[in-house]
């Protein structure tokens, strides 16, 4: 049917008149009574976002401060600085004092009164100074668990003004469009509004996640060729999920993202970096397996290499590959990792400590013990993607990675041995106590190289340890 203009025209204009004269009139009002409400408003947005960058400070600092790790609370600290409006910030520890702050911040009466309140009701507690600043405290809490406090000064002053010109804004741009209101409204409804109501619960559905989702909407508009590009995009999403997924089975987390990441520009090669390499292998494997079906083999070393997933993830390391019942974890590659010497050492200490634990068990249920051994090396090393057109892995290889694989097997049964040069870097910050093992002539190395049994972590690290071992071992089935 044609659309006869002579006669709809001005019944059109006399209806968007009128639609227009109310919407202008309704926005009038709305404008007086939301003017008189939006300083309330603004209060209580503004305390809502104080207390949610609080919240996040607080998660973000939770294991540092666990693990006393304080240079990477300080880079927390430093970081969320840097975020716009976030004037000031401080750490707390369990008993108020201050373990360090950041930016423009005091230390008055009120602040000591919110620590309190915080303290007493394990929430985010917040109040206005006379500065025009909004004072944020919150706990830092694991496992209820009060380990300190995190407390931010915002500037609430450019919040409330960035509010402010926003609902002016709004109040113009509703205005300005009251004039076609009722066309837009018309046409919206009835041609726009309802596949746009299908597209965005799609994008929702993307955004939880879910992405095997198809709109079914057959229309040859706009519309109906940005429909076909959300189906589209929801089968490459899908298919990305997949290929992610897969990918994570196979590799580290931070090497899928990374072989992702470069899909269409990966290279064959690598770079230069001083890394710490870890083989841990299990003692007397291939006699134990000679007594055990194929199943339980499979079954034995899924339950290990789990156990090695986990302590290297603990400390950051990455599991390179796994080697009959070998593995080698790489410690400061792909990601780069400070003090990867000491986390290697940990968690090899972690590993050893794990498996005792473990046989403590397994005598209880009459099964034979199972023993690691441990070699670990410090070294230059050419990390990257290796391989030829065909297969591909990325790996770290170098004289430095043969050496730890070396000190592995010279290693006995529960022995942890690492080298002259990581022994010596960190002897001297009291992290690690070891003593000397032997001058070795190992094979490949016409020079006798200095090597260290490693005992143990010292004290203030040994805690965070025995957490993790009794969450895994308790966790086990889960696993």
Not at 70 to 79: A, C, H, V
Not at 242 to 255: C, H, N, P, T
Not at 448 to 457: H, Q
Request: net charge negative.
């Amino acid at each position: 049917m044609r659309f006869n203009q002579t006669k709809g025209i001005p019944l059109l204009i006399k209806l968007t008149a009128l639609i227009s004269l109310l919407v202008f009139s309704a926005i009038s009002l709305i404008s007086l009574t939301t003017m008189s409400n939006q300083r309330d408003l603004q209060r209580s947005q503004i305390t809502d976002f104080g207390h949610a960058m609080a919240m996040q400070l607080a998660a973000s600092a939770t294991e540092p401060l666990f693990t006393e790790d304080n240079l990477s609370l300080e880079l927390q600290l430093t970081n969320f600085l840097n975020l716009p409006r976030v004037q000031g910030g401080a750490i707390f520890d369990a008993q108020q004092n201050a373990l360090m702050t950041k930016g423009d911040f005091g230390t008055d009466r009120s602040l000591q009164i919110l620590l309190q309140e915080s303290q007493a009701d394990l929430i985010p507690v917040s109040r206005s100074n006379a500065d025009n600043m909004l004072q944020v405290v919150s706990p830092i809490v694991f496992r209820d668990v009060t380990a300190g406090f995190v407390a931010i000064n915002l500037k609430a002053e450019s919040i409330a003004k960035a509010y402010t010109d926003m609902l002016a804004l709004l109040l113009a741009v509703a205005a300005a469009l009251a004039a076609v209101a009722a066309i837009a409204a018309y046409y919206i409804s009835r041609h726009v509004s309802q596949p746009i109501s299908h597209l965005l619960a799609a994008t929702n559905q993307f955004e939880a996640g879910n992405y095997e989702v198809e709109v079914k909407e057959r229309r040859y508009d706009e519309i109906g060729r940005l429909t076909q590009a959300i189906n589209s995009m929801s089968q490459g999403l899908y298919r990305k999920n997949q290929i992610e997924s897969l990918l994570d089975q196979f590799l580290a987390k931070d090497i899928a993202s990374e072989v992702i990441h470069q899909l269409d520009t990966v290279q064959v090669g690598g770079e230069r970096v001083t890394a710490t390499v870890l083989f841990v292998d299990i003692v007397g494997f291939t006699r134990r397996s000679e007594s055990m079906s194929p199943e339980e083999v499979a079954d034995f070393l899924n339950e290990w290499f789990n156990y090695f997933i986990i302590c290297a993830r603990m400390y950051f390391g990455t599991v390179d590959k796994f080697i009959g019942d070998c593995a080698m974890v790489v410690f400061g590659a792909p990601k780069e990792n400070p003090n990867h010497r000491f986390h290697a050492i940990a968690c090899a200490v972690l590993m050893q400590k794990l498996a005792r634990s473990h046989n403590a068990r397994r005598r209880l249920k009459d099964q034979p013990p199972v023993e690691l051994r441990i070699g670990i090396n410090t070294g230059q090393m050419l990390a990257g993607i290796l391989g030829t057109q065909q297969r591909r892995e990325y790996t770290v290889v170098g004289e430095s990675v043969n050496l730890a694989s070396r000190l592995c097997s010279e290693a006995e049964a529960g022995q942890t041995i690492i080298s002259q040069e990581s022994f010596q870097a960190l002897s001297a910050e009291h992290k690690i106590i070891a003593h000397a093992h032997r001058n070795n002539a190992l094979r490949g190395n016409e020079i006798p190289i200095n090597t260290y049994i490693v005992e143990d972590v010292q004290k203030e690290y040994q805690r965070t340890m025995d957490i993790l071992i009794e969450d895994v071992l308790s966790n086990t089935a889960t696993l």
